[in-house]
């Protein structure tokens, strides 16, 4: 039977919601950061890489709420599956359609970059399955960005290797601190300080990192991301009324800033640009499909 066009964009709604596409645009620019601290290279591989991390990410967010509902007819009655409106095998189904059609993609770019989109679906899989049952969580979701940077620089000229394993560590390290957060994100109680300590980590590496002329410009760079992440935790540790998911949000547009950092003087006019569009949309995402 087919939908009504009021019915289909209902649908389609479900589906960006479950996708959470909000988080989307930290994902093409962990892809373009990669690729550009491998060297760049061509476009149409950037595209394709791009396109293949978009599958993954939605397989991914799928598989989540598929683990998850049994937590959220408890905790989160609003997502999708609880509020009854898509099935629990529906979603499975999208799931794995989405995590197969990014991995075809990601091989056709080389065996180097079917290797690591290899060890990104795993981490992508067991993060899904285990997230709700295990402290380290934080970790296996940091897993999740790490394997995507290196995938996204194995198709850089370059290959992994250098400046890209380099912020591949400082953004896995980031991601622990903001995943610690994201997991006291109903709570009303003092929240612990040493995760916002790991989300300073990127700033210090960019700071060693940079010497005489290249300096100047990355303490500036330095300067926006921190004041950034210091407005994004305000709302979580700032405040008598804690709203973690707030300072969540913020945290989360902020990976887009981290690949910004990283790149420092690398970061071209073009770059720079794509990057803050990417920014901003998804600020403006983020009123329409819940990040989290």
């Not at 609003?78 to 990014?102: H, Q």
Request: net charge positive; hydrophobic share 60%.
């Amino acid at each position: 039977m087919l939908l009504s066009p009021v019915q289909s964009r209902s649908y389609w709604q479900i589906l960006l919601t479950l996708g959470r596409v909000s988080n989307l645009p930290t994902v093409w620019s962990n892809c373009i950061a990669g690729w550009l601290l491998a060297g760049g290279g061509s476009a149409l591989g950037l595209l394709v890489l791009c396109l293949g991390a978009t599958c993954l990410y939605f397989g991914g967010m799928f598989l989540n709420d598929a683990f998850d509902a049994e937590f959220d007819r408890l905790h989160r009655r609003e997502r999708p599956i609880p509020a009854g409106l898509i099935s629990p095998d529906a979603v499975w189904r999208w799931g794995f359609a989405w995590l197969g059609t990014g991995t075809v993609l990601l091989v056709l770019l080389g065996n180097s970059t079917g290797a690591f989109a290899a060890l990104l679906l795993f981490s992508i899989i067991l993060y899904d399955a285990v997230h709700k049952l295990v402290a380290s969580a934080p970790v296996l979701m940091a897993a999740c960005r790490f394997f995507l940077v290196l995938t996204a620089a194995s198709v850089g000229v370059n290959g992994v290797a250098g400046l890209a394993i380099w912020h591949a560590l400082a953004l896995a390290v980031y991601i622990i601190g903001l995943s610690t957060l994201a997991r006291h994100e109903n709570s009303k109680s003092a929240l612990p300080r040493w995760p916002a300590l790991l989300l300073a980590v990127p700033l210090l590496l960019a700071l060693l990192a940079n010497a005489g002329e290249y300096r100047l410009r990355s303490s500036l760079q330095v300067m926006v991301v921190a004041l950034w992440i210091l407005r994004c935790l305000q709302p979580a540790m700032m405040t008598r009324e804690i709203n973690v998911r707030r300072s969540v949000e913020g945290l989360l547009a902020g990976i887009i800033l981290i690949d910004w950092l990283a790149l420092g003087s690398d970061a071209g006019f073009g770059a720079s640009l794509a990057l803050l569009l990417l920014f901003f949309l998804a600020l403006v995402l983020q009123r329409w499909v819940p990040a989290t």
